[in-house]
């Protein structure tokens, strides 16, 4: 098949239980795509990583629109998830800004602390794994680890988890590539009530300072800059989210690549000090997030084709993180042990590298060494997937463990 014939079809038959012969193809047809409808793919791993370390995620930007943006109100802030505020869809100078307050105290150590918590959790869920025998891994283990760990470290009243559990799902299912008007509605719609429900925390939060991120973020300040309340409110919605929809594919992907490969796992049992080194293969075998956004600030030159100013690009992160001309010729292999495993691009580059990554990596870390300490030969007994493209990850993971 010629690239000028070639089309990637991100809906093609079996392509969300497992898209990485789609990617292959993808990456040795046409690696530098122009999809007809109106948007670019890139695949390969150089590709990829250059394009992550710069241009634009402001959809204000684009002058070249996709066919799901083509009707212009589309591009207004009101359709953007908590409004185009949060540091998703800022750019420099105001990414920067917003940035640098949020990390003043969403800090490493801050994160680190978190450890004896995190392993009480886990060793909690794998109690009564293994008391049960059998256990959904998703349900009981993946899910409410990292859905726990941000609701408390952002102080969420526990009385509104089970609507927040509702409403992040469906902003997960809103990064989804050319979203159904439906979709966008309903999106738009979730984005709103989250955005009020974090806005109504605001007032509780200033009248009690409780110990807690969300309480710390209000009193953010860097030379006399400190956030507005929708900018704060933008940034604790942000936070929620990306804090447990994609740890929950790592862990739940994880472990099921583990499972799949047991002379991995048993590699992993042997040598816990492999963790580290683990997590980053993990995240490079099969990525928790599959595509990333950007909008091309200047003509790009890639593979012979010039992408023009002001287009919109998918990066494939999933389909660079199995690229063979960076990996080697065993990039589809998944081998803990792996020299350069941290280069991964799942996290992203640049002023936009994905600012929760050190505390999904703890839990991750945690997650697999205490699992696999924990079970000498666990057996998987199916998986189900959820049927997404972009944040793809198992639904429902069955595992007998005693």
Not at 8 to 29: I, Q, S
Not at 240 to 264: C, D, F, K, M
Request: charged share 25%.
């Amino acid at each position: 098949m010629t690239g000028s014939a070639y089309v990637f079809d991100l809906f093609a038959d079996g392509f969300a239980e497992d898209p990485y012969p789609h990617y292959a193809e993808l990456r040795e047809v046409a690696p530098a795509h122009e999809h007809p409808l109106g948007f670019w793919l890139l695949s390969r791993y150089d590709d990829v990583a250059r394009v992550q370390r710069g241009h634009s995620v402001d959809e204000q930007n684009l002058t070249v629109l996709p066919a799901w943006k083509r009707d212009s109100d589309k591009l207004g802030k009101a359709n953007r998830m908590m409004g185009g505020l949060s540091l998703l869809d800022r750019d420099p100078p105001d990414h920067t800004r917003l940035r640098r307050l949020v990390t003043s105290v969403f800090t490493r150590r801050a994160v680190e602390a978190l450890e004896p918590r995190i392993t009480e959790l886990v060793d909690t869920a794998l109690d009564r794994m293994a008391a049960a025998g059998q256990a959904d891994v998703v349900a009981e283990f993946a899910f409410p680890l990292p859905f726990t760990v941000i609701s408390e470290l952002l102080g969420i009243p526990a009385v509104e988890h089970e609507r927040l559990r509702e409403l992040t799902g469906t902003l997960a299912l809103g990064l989804e590539p050319l979203p159904s008007p439906d979709l966008q509605a309903r999106t738009r719609e979730a984005s709103a009530e989250l955005t009020a429900m974090i806005a109504d925390l605001v007032g509780w939060k200033r009248a009690h300072g409780e110990d807690d991120l969300f309480t710390a973020l209000l009193a953010a300040e860097d030379h006399g800059d400190v956030l507005s309340e929708d900018e704060l409110v933008a940034q604790v919605a942000f936070l929620y989210v990306a804090g447990h929809e994609t740890t929950v594919n790592l862990i739940a992907g994880g472990i099921l690549a583990l499972l799949r490969h047991p002379e991995q796992y048993a590699l992993l049992r042997r040598n816990p000090e492999l963790a580290g080194n683990a997590v980053e293969e993990l995240l490079r075998y099969d990525t928790p997030v599959h595509l990333m956004r950007r909008v091309t600030t200047e003509p790009v030159a890639v593979r012979g084709s010039v992408i023009p100013a002001g287009s919109w690009v998918v990066a494939c992160l999933a389909a660079a993180n199995r690229d063979p001309e960076f990996w080697g010729a065993d990039a589809d292999e998944l081998r803990l042990d792996r020299e350069g495993a941290h280069q991964n691009v799942s996290f992203g580059a640049g002023v936009h590298h994905c600012l929760g990554a050190a505390l999904a990596r703890l839990e991750a870390r945690v997650a697999f060494t205490r699992f696999a300490q924990r079970f000498a030969g666990p057996r998987l007994d199916g998986v189900t997937w959820n049927g997404r493209i972009n944040v793809r990850g198992p639904a429902t993971l069955p595992v007998t463990a005693r």
